[in-house]
Nanobody, 116 residues
Framework: QVQLVESGGGLVQAGGSLRLSCAAS????????MNWFRQAPGKEREFVAS????????VYADSVKGRFTISRDNAKNTVYLQMNSLKPEDTAVYYC?????????WGQGTQVTVSS
């Protein structure tokens, strides 16, 4: 089992920044990648960014490239999402996701609201 706890969400004006954190606990040694997803009201959950736990391979959704940065601290079992130049369309609940072979774990989500 892997437990994920997100933090760092909040209300920010357009153009502002937030940093989300996702702390993993439990059988973290089996994690091979961690991802951020988001879900806006009335929309499907969408991929935001991914980082390979061992090699640091990073992928971003086109909608956040150049504005968001995913990073990890293996010693703290924590993944971060630095979000800059936020737009109202970035408003969503942001979820952390951990991948183990054959399994996928989710956090409870953290709300990010960007006002115009």
């Amino acid at each position: 089992q892997v437990q994920l706890v997100e933090s760092g969400g909040g209300l920010v004006q357009a153009g502002g920044s937030l940093r989300l954190s996702c702390a993993a606990s439990g059988r973290t040694f089996n994690i091979y990648a961690m991802n951020w997803f988001r879900q806006a009201p009335g929309k499907e959950r969408e991929f935001v960014a991914s980082i390979n736990w061992s090699g640091g391979n990073i992928v971003y959704a086109d909608s956040v490239k150049g504005r968001f940065t995913i990073s990890r601290d293996n010693a703290k079992n924590t993944v971060y999402l630095q979000m800059n130049s936020l737009k109202p369309e970035d408003t969503a609940v942001y979820y952390c996701n951990a991948l183990i072979v054959g399994l996928s774990y989710w956090g409870q989500g953290t709300q990010v609201t960007v006002s115009s």
